[in-house]
């Protein structure tokens, strides 16, 4: 029956204890999330958002309740298979970008592919890469290095990075923080197309009008799920639809 969804979530708690302070980040929470779903994780600053994203993207284990991802509990999981997951199945996207700066867009995408278990040889990467490049309309700047290009550009190349092993899911934390609106538009116009192609997508923002360009929002506060509802009327990022 859990093989219905992609990921659940049940009683999830992560508590960290940093210099003898202890910090309840995530309390207690239940949600389900099925393959090809576009949601949002929003609240405001310290609210846990971060930590439950780095739990699903398996970054960190929780401290209290149970992951199941595919029906299985990843209390289980090794941390081989940990690393495994997190290469193959899941891609993040941040708002600082994070790419290696003296590297060309190409190597940059290039890498999770290079870590990866699966042998490809130099010609198969090079065709996902491409491919991945295409998708966020990015070919063109291939041989760039990253310190090269604008803002907008950046986070375009961090997404292919996280398509290029095409991977289930596509965690994006903040991914228009650090961008203008126009390059923010697109971001999220990207994000919008990969779900409409079946990708599924989790969005983290603290911002309303960010969050509803998903379909479904689970609104967080201290650490706790405050709300989790459908968006009635998704806002476009073509600029059509509700932009209020
Ligand atoms: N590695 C860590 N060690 C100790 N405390 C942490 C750690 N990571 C997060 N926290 C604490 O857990 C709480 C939730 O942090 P989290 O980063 O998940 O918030 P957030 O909702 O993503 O906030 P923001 O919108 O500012 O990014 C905060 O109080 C934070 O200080
Ligand atoms: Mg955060």
């Known amino acids: 029956m859990k093989k219905d969804y992609l990921i659940e979530v049940k009683k999830l708690e992560k508590t960290f204890y940093t210099g003898g302070v202890e910090t309840r980040a995530v309390r207690g929470v239940d949600f389900k999330i099925k ?18 994203m780095q739990i699903l993207g398996f970054l960190d ?12 509990n990843s209390k289980k999981f090794s941390d081989d298979k940990l690393a495994r997951l997190r290469n193959r199945e ?3 996207i941040f708002q600082t970008f994070n790419l290696l700066s003296r590297t060309t867009v ?9 870590y990866s278990a699966q042998k490809r040889n130099k010609k198969q990467i090079e065709k996902m890469v491409e491919k991945a490049l295409k998708k966020v ?10 310190n090269q290009l604008s803002g907008g550009e950046k986070q375009r190349a961090a997404i292919a990075r ?33 779900n ?12 309303t009008k960010t969050a509803r360009h998903a379909k479904r929002i ?27």
Request: no cysteine; hydrophobic share 35%.
């Open 61 to 72: 284990r929780p401290t209290g309740g149970n992951y199941y991802f595919k029906g299985q």
């Open 90 to 92: 899941v891609g993040f």
């Open 162 to 194: 996280a398509l290029v092993n095409e991977p289930e899911i596509i965690f994006a934390d903040e991914p228009t923080g650090n961008l203008d609106s126009k390059s923010g538009k697109q971001v999220m116009k990207i994000l919008q197309d990969l």
């Open 137 to 146: 309309s990015m070919n063109y700047r291939s041989a760039y290095f990253s």
């Open 35 to 52: 393959k090809g779903e576009f949601l949002t994780i929003m609240g405001p600053s310290g609210s846990g958002k971060s930590t439950i």
């Open 106 to 114: 190409f190597e940059n995408v290039e890498l999770p592919l290079l």
């Open 218 to 244: 689970i609104k967080i506060i201290d650490g706790k799920i405050q709300d989790d509802y459908p968006v009635k009327k998704s806002i476009d990022a073509n600029g059509k639809g509700d932009l209020k």
């Open 196 to 207: 409409r192609q079946g990708k599924t997508v989790v969005l983290i923002t603290h911002e």
